[in-house]
């Protein structure tokens, strides 16, 4: 499959679904009588795949693939599922790595999300070894997850699936995969960071907190008519994802995605209202400032500034071109 694009097929053999999977290996038999019904959504991004699927009831013995990592959550249909013998609550992702097996059974028809990395680099990004520590400080293979975090996957998830039944041509573009790609990339570090993190950060130096919130935001503003991404802001700032999280967390009581989210927001009506900038639609404003799902960035804008960005551009440029505005969009 090309990279960047959305495949989606049906199946009426579990096996055959199985066989697709990515980031772990499964063997899996149905619940119920009669033919199969399965679909599997896959969105390739190259070292990272979104994969959604829909099920009939089933059981699952899993494995993690070589190399590979899987994270998964269960987004529909899951309030009788168990993982590994514990029920799954809404707050829960499993993960499958190395050493972590995934045991599931869904008595009901069910939509699940399973998110993998190929690379090692990769890997390291979505489970620092710090992060991946249960309650009670064992090896965790089911979490409980920041509930925002799991918000922005399910949203990616079913924009992804959504896409690949009717498909989309804005989620395809370039700004658009890059976009979804960091979204879930920042999403899952959301999820995976212990509770308490940001009080233990309070007890760090308060000054290299402010130098690096204060620098961080002279990074956004210096470059701000295109999406910055937590990677590229750990790289200028010679800062860890880890160390990023605590900065924020203590400064502000916010994650680096929900304050960078906030940021590109105010620089997208800030680019809306300039009569000098060359913006003429709200799509091509909002995918060069990251946000790929347009339909849910103009219910967060209406629902941050009171208008709709349409209406912003109105204001500014009486005669902007409406075709194609994100509060249009819908996937």
């Not at 063997?27 to 829909?54: H, K, N």
């Not at 190929?118 to 965790?140: C, H, I, R, W, Y």
């Not at 959504?162 to 920042?186: C, F, I, K, N, W």
Request: with cysteine.
């Amino acid at each position: 499959m090309e990279n960047g694009t959305i495949l989606r097929r049906e199946f009426t053999e579990l096996s055959d679904l199985a066989a697709q999977l990515q980031g772990m290996t499964a063997e899996a038999v149905p619940l119920t009588p009669g033919l199969y019904a399965g679909a599997l959504s896959t969105f390739d991004l190259g070292d990272v795949t979104l994969q959604v699927i829909r099920s009939a009831p089933l059981l699952m013995l899993g494995a993690p693939a070589a190399g590979e990592i899987g994270l998964i959550q269960a987004f529909e249909g899951a309030e009788r599922a168990r993982w590994n013998g514990q029920p799954v609550k809404s707050s829960h992702i499993a993960i499958c790595d190395s050493g972590r097996r995934h045991e599931a059974i869904y008595p009901d028809a069910f939509a699940c999300m399973l998110l993998s990395c190929k690379t090692p680099q990769a890997n390291a990004t979505l489970v620092p070894g710090e992060f991946a520590v249960s309650e009670d400080g064992g090896a965790a293979d089911i979490l409980h997850a920041d509930p925002e975090a799991l918000s922005t996957l399910a949203a990616a998830a079913r924009a992804v699936e959504q896409s690949g039944v009717h498909p989309s041509p804005a989620l395809l573009a370039a700004e658009a995969r890059a976009a979804l790609r960091a979204t879930m990339l920042d999403a899952v570090r959301g999820l995976l960071v212990p509770p308490g993190i940001g009080a233990r950060a309070h007890n760090r130096d308060g000054r290299t907190r402010q130098r690096i919130v204060h620098e961080a935001d002279e990074y956004l503003r210096a470059n701000p008519a295109r999406p910055v991404y937590t990677d590229e802001l750990c790289a200028a700032l010679c800062v860890s994802a880890t160390r990023l999280h605590q900065a924020f967390s203590a400064t502000f009581g916010i994650s680096p995605h929900r304050y960078l989210k906030l940021r590109r927001m105010s620089m997208v009506r800030a680019a809306l209202l300039s009569r000098a900038g060359p913006w003429r639609s709200v799509k091509g404003v909002a995918l060069s400032h990251g946000f790929w799902h347009l339909g849910q960035f103009a219910h967060d804008y209406r629902a941050l500034y009171g208008e709709a960005p349409s209406e912003t551009l109105g204001r500014a440029c009486p005669h902007a071109t409406s075709p194609g505005d994100a509060g249009e969009a819908r996937f």
